[in-house]
């Protein structure tokens, strides 16, 4: 008890006080010997204070080297001891709890907001003026397909050229680009704004993955066109079909030159009102009625659909489906459309001279649980400046094809919420298409 009273601040400055006022009263008496005991006594006293804003100077160097190396366990003891060290302790420990807590809420935050980055449908990211990346999220390493993600020139592996526009995009600008990867092609929207990040100047690059917009406007803008043309098409055609036929009823020589034009013109205005309804499909999807259904027992059903309208005794079908029991929230109707046009594709494509044609059908869920459903085959690639229009209506290279197959598969995934995008493989020469279910 005595030595915590002794080694008290409290104490020590009263000693201090004390000699000091009585030194000044002595030397005012003139009583040398007892002046220089004091004189001595006070310089001690002093020493003694100074010891103690040592030790309180060390606890508080203490305490922030241990918050420096994020050690927030220690504690100063305050059992026992002296109040003016009691009351130093508390108020240590006191701000090592403020401090602690302020740096436990900052982490909350950044996880908090890190959280919202990632749940975005927007890209960011952070770079400096080096090109060192100070933060990115998953969409945006979802659109450029990497894995990590620290430096600009990782994007050579990509495009090379987004590391040049990466870098010389400036604040307030808004850019539009694409690169091909294996997914296709991929189109961006870019804006930039900056900022000062821990006294370094970085831009923030925000970037949108804007296939989806683009095939909208195109799907529509082909469909307006198509109604239209349709539409003038019919009015045109019908009443010149349904006059043709009136006239040979009239006409009884079954052996004239009129008869045999009119019999012409009847014939072509029929076979064109059929072309012309061909792409009223393009037009008239009906709107999705979604169910769940099993991905296996509905492949099967296509597969026997297939091999008893079309047989290919040089093709084989593999099915595979990983789980077992995958399941797919659709409308089974419409995608049997798309999935069955796949398949009779692949065997057109294969053909009947091919003697090892393969076609493989998988089924999958992906990381993000959606479900993808490929069709494969080892036919002939498409070329890389036919496989860029495939989705386009009316573009087809097959022989009396009308084009439209693929643009309807296209635009009833759409529909669905899903996608369709075309993948060539020429190291293993397959052709697959995939088929994506969010």
Known sequence: MFKGFYQSLTFRLTLLLILTVAGTWLYLEKDTVWFILTVCGWLFALSLVRKTYRKYAQKVAFMFDAIDNSDYAFKYATYGQWSNDKMVNDSLNRITRILFQAKAEAIQKEKYYELIMNSINTGIIVIDDNGYIYQTNNEALRILGLVVFTHVKQIKRVDETLVDLFMDIKPGEKIQTSFTNERG????????????????HVRIIAMNDINNELDDKEIESWSRLTRVLTHEIMNSVTPITSLSDTLLSIHGDTHSEIRNGLEVISATGKSLISFVESYRKFTHIPTPQPSLFYVRKFVERIIQLTNYQIHYPNIQINLQIDPEDLIVYADENLIHQVVLNLVKNALQAIGTQQPDGLIEITAFANEEEAVIIQVSNNGPLIPPEEAEHIFVPFFTTKEGGSGIGLSISRQIMRLSGGSIT?????????TTFIL???
């Not at 189109?187 to 370094?200: C, D, G, I, N, Y």
């Open 185 to 200: 092609t991929v189109h961006l929207s870019l804006r930039v704004s900056e900022m000062t990040l821990q006294e370094k």
């Open 422 to 430: 075309l993948k060539s493989t020429p190291s293993t020469q397959r």
């Open 436 to 438: 994506t279910f969010p």
